[in-house]
């Protein structure tokens, strides 16, 4: 009787361990629009299935490899471009799929409704096109001058959105499943493809979630036993960050095991001084929770960022509370949500989905993914088995790369400096913030003239210098950390010696931007020029960018680096352009 009280027992404790895994862990590589894929272990299925991932969301735009001859037959040509694209990137598909299958892990592509071939617009243009366009999703790489907007209350629009579900179902019958992505259309990669998001934007965008959900549902989830994740990702106070509007959209929508909604963990893009988002936990839905590996606005793994802990715990600064970027001097809410652990309990958190490479455009680019391994292991594993903290999951990721002891603590020190040593260095703790002023390989100055007013206005300057300042300090300290390490494996060690100096720089310099910055907006308003400062700034600006160049030269695994481009390599408003025009008003005064 005694051993059968046992076994019962231990068989209750594996089901209450068992029972802390999540239902989906994913990963997806979101590739660069408009550049060849990442090359990637996280493309792997070996990979994956090794590291417990259970399903992928490949970047396939499988949504235009379909031909609809359910819904026109014969619209494509036969043997015509667009045809002759379709079969080479769907047979693509085919033979990834067969791998993907055979390491037993589900596959639910990234997915744009409503992008469509250009032969379905010059035949059924009138009939599905929204004439106005103004405030939809954001369309790129579309080189037309106005983009095709389909509206999602036409019938034709709803047919076609049938047909396209059962045109992939259909040509690729091994899929799981999509994620469907409404917020955002590149087109860069689909030369015979043109659309954008049929959502409109503000409350009038309601009603086109909910006609849409119900088609999808209907085609996905209830007809074909497929399941849909659909990402809430839009911009302004939407459907991503603003319950009422959340809740609006899917109270409408009867649930079903197959339809999960996917969040991004902040009220906001992957970005610091954000608060936990709201909506997550929230409604009669399941969801999952993404989490990007790479942001690309800390660096895209260039040098050290420890984001999982933000994940999972909640950053630093949301223990207080923040109101469009800035601190409104109260503390939040004792109970409030600050990371995903803390709301497990609500019973809808039904997985993860790491973006382990991809988010942002062109660099820095990494021929090492150490710190994107970390971020994406410890979120990962702990969606695995929730009982377990963040910190335990950290140490096994450190000896599994023979990394233990007193050299585990040592990188487990620079890895919680770099939290804080790049939100400090970043953005600044005493106004609102520009969040994506230094973005990619980027740095936007004109993004802060906002900004720069602001602290000028309430004379902060000082304490944001200080805090560039303390941030600079930090990032030595990971440095100095980082070569007192001692490992066996030389590469790693090598990587994270190299790339903690490549934080350092990029952060000391940033410190000397925020006071080219901030001087030039002092001139600007009181026509006082700090000439001596000024000059000063400037040269120990030369002088990192001397040794960030050299420092690329000699470490083969150095990333690349930034330039001195505003977004997408424009001069005009870039830190260049200000060291330049501050390089001449000091000539001018000689």
């Not at 409704?113 to 035949?123: A, Q, S, Y």
């Not at 009038?204 to 209907?218: P, V």
């Not at 459907?239 to 509007?245: G, K, L, M, Q, S």
Request: glycine fraction near 6%; aromatic fraction near 12%.
């Amino acid at each position: 009787m005694r051993k059968i009280c046992l076994l019962v027992a231990l068989w209750f404790w594996c089901m209450f361990l068992w029972g802390q895994r999540l239902d989906f862990i994913m990963d997806m590589v979101h590739n660069n629009p408009g550049e060849p894929p990442f090359q990637t272990k996280y493309n792997s299925p070996v990979f994956l299935q090794s590291e417990g991932f259970n399903a992928t969301v490949p970047h396939w735009h499988i949504n235009c490899l379909i031909t609809y001859e359910n819904f026109h037959r014969n619209i494509i040509p036969r043997n015509s471009p667009t045809a002759r694209w379709i079969a080479q990137k769907a047979a693509e598909v085919d033979r990834q799929l067969a791998e993907w299958e055979r390491a037993g892990i589900d596959v639910y592509p990234f997915t744009d409704f409503l992008v469509l071939p250009l032969e379905i617009w010059n035949r059924y243009g009138d009939a599905i096109r929204r004439q106005d366009t103004e405030g939809v999703g954001s369309v790129m790489g579309d080189k037309a001058e106005k983009p095709l907007i389909p509206d999602m209350q036409s019938p034709v629009t709803q047919a076609l959105v049938r047909a396209q579900v059962a045109g992939i179902f259909n040509r690729f019958p091994q899929l799981d499943g999509l994620v469907l992505r409404f917020g955002e259309t590149y087109l860069y990669d689909t030369p015979y493809h043109r659309g954008g998001s049929p959502i409109r934007k503000g409350k009038a965008g309601i009603q086109d979630h909910i006609t849409l959900l119900n088609i999808l549902r209907e085609e996905i989830c209830v007809k074909r036993n497929k399941r849909l994740f659909y990402r809430t990702w839009d911009f302004g106070f939407n459907f991503h960050n603003n319950p009422e509007y959340y809740s609006a959209v899917t109270a409408a929508i009867e649930p079903h095991p197959n339809l999960l909604f996917s969040i991004k963990y902040q009220q906001d893009d992957f970005l610091r001084m954000t608060p936990f988002n709201p909506c997550i936990g929230i409604g009669k839905h399941r969801q999952i929770v993404e989490a990007q590996s790479a942001m690309e606005v800390y660096g895209k793994g260039a040098h050290p960022y420890y984001s999982a802990i933000g994940v999972i715990d909640g950053w630093p600064e949301t223990k207080y509370e923040i109101v469009n970027g800035q601190f409104t001097g109260r503390m939040n809410a004792p109970d409030a949500p600050r990371g995903i652990k803390d709301i497990v309990g609500r019973g809808l958190l039904a997985g993860v989905m790491t973006w382990s490479r991809g988010g942002g455009w062109q660099g820095p680019y990494i021929s090492n993914e150490f710190w994107i391994d970390l971020n994406t292991y410890v979120v990962a594993h702990w969606a695995q088995n929730t009982t377990r903290t963040e910190e335990e999951l950290f140490y096994e990721f450190a000896a599994r790369r023979g990394i233990t002891g007193m050299e585990a603590d040592r990188l487990r020190q620079i890895a919680l400096l770099s939290v804080e040593g790049v939100r400090k260095g970043q953005l600044n703790s005493f106004t609102v913030n520009d969040k994506w002023w230094a973005r990619d390989e980027f740095f936007s100055v004109a993004s802060n003239r906002d900004v720069l007013h602001a602290i000028l206005k309430g004379n902060w300057q000082e304490k944001v210098l200080a805090e560039k300042a303390e941030a600079a300090a930090i990032w030595r300290q990971i440095e100095s950390i980082a070569r007192q390490m001692t490992l066996s494996d030389t590469l790693t060690l090598d990587y994270i010696r190299v790339s903690a100096t490549y934080g350092r720089i990029k952060y000391e310099l940033i410190e000397q931007m925020w006071r080219l910055m901030i001087a030039d907006a002092e001139a600007r308003q009181t026509g006082i020029f700090q000439r001596a400062a000024v000059a000063d700034a400037l040269q120990r600006y030369r002088t990192l960018w001397q040794e960030w160049r050299e420092l690329k030269a000699r470490n083969p695994q150095c990333a690349t680096l930034y330039t001195e481009l505003a977004f997408r390599n424009k001069k005009e408003g870039s830190i260049g352009e200000l060291v330049e025009n501050l390089q001449a008003k000091i000539a001018a005064n000689n």
